[in-house]
């Protein structure tokens, strides 16, 4: 089940471990790849600078509340030209400066052209997210 969450996500995500409550799954994944794309020059590399650990909240399953909690790397550029020592990889799935996926995302939008942000968060929670209606305003002003 955990492992069908990850590859709907993605298919370079390697799943690692699961826990698993009455009200919550957390997933831990790692990119299955072995570079990542300096974003600034576009130099491939595969010199890890630094881990760590990123959470990002996805679509609820089965009344559960999903956490991703993804181990990020950052890379170090060998690019001598470019003026970024370092990047962090990207995932498809979420925008770099985002705690929710891109269909968490698509899902608190959509949902906010028909309803208002409390009724939207009491929809997603009743689904099994963790959400307020401020998160739900923010998201929808920022997207819409």
Same mark, same amino acid.
């Given at each position: 089940?955990?492992?069908?969450?990850? %590859?709907?996500?993605? %298919?370079?995500?390697?799943?690692?471990? !699961?826990?698993?409550?009455?009200?919550?799954?957390?997933?831990?994944?790692?990119?299955?790849?072995?570079?990542?794309?300096?974003? @600034?020059?576009?130099?491939? /590399? *595969?010199?890890? @600078?630094?881990?760590?650990?990123?959470?990002?909240?996805?679509?609820?399953?089965?009344? +559960?509340?999903?956490?991703? +909690?993804? =181990?990020?790397? !950052?890379?170090?550029?060998? $690019? /001598? $030209?470019? +003026? @970024?020592?370092?990047?962090?990889?990207?995932? *498809?799935?979420?925008?770099?400066?985002?705690?929710?996926?891109?269909?968490?995302?698509?899902?608190?939008?959509? =949902?906010? =052209?028909?309803?208002?942000?409390?009724?939207?968060?009491?929809?997603?929670?009743?689904?099994?997210?963790?959400?307020?209606?401020?998160?739900?305003?923010?998201?929808?002003?920022?997207? +819409?």
């Amino acid at each position: 089940m955990e492992e069908k969450i990850v %590859n709907s996500l993605s %298919n370079d995500l390697q799943f690692i471990d !699961v826990f698993e409550d009455d009200d919550r799954l957390i997933i831990t994944c790692k990119s299955s790849l072995n570079n990542s794309t300096c974003p @600034h020059c576009g130099k491939v /590399s *595969n010199k890890v @600078h630094q881990k760590f650990i990123k959470l990002i909240q996805d679509l609820p399953f089965n009344q +559960k509340d999903v956490t991703l +909690k993804l =181990m990020t790397r !950052v890379f170090k550029c060998d $690019n /001598s $030209n470019c +003026k @970024h020592y370092s990047f962090t990889e990207n995932f *498809n799935f979420v925008n770099p400066s985002e705690k929710k996926s891109n269909r968490m995302i698509e899902k608190i939008v959509k =949902m906010s =052209m028909d309803y208002s942000c409390r009724k939207v968060a009491k929809l997603l929670n009743d689904e099994g997210a963790i959400i307020s209606k401020a998160t739900v305003n923010n998201i929808y002003n920022k997207y +819409k």
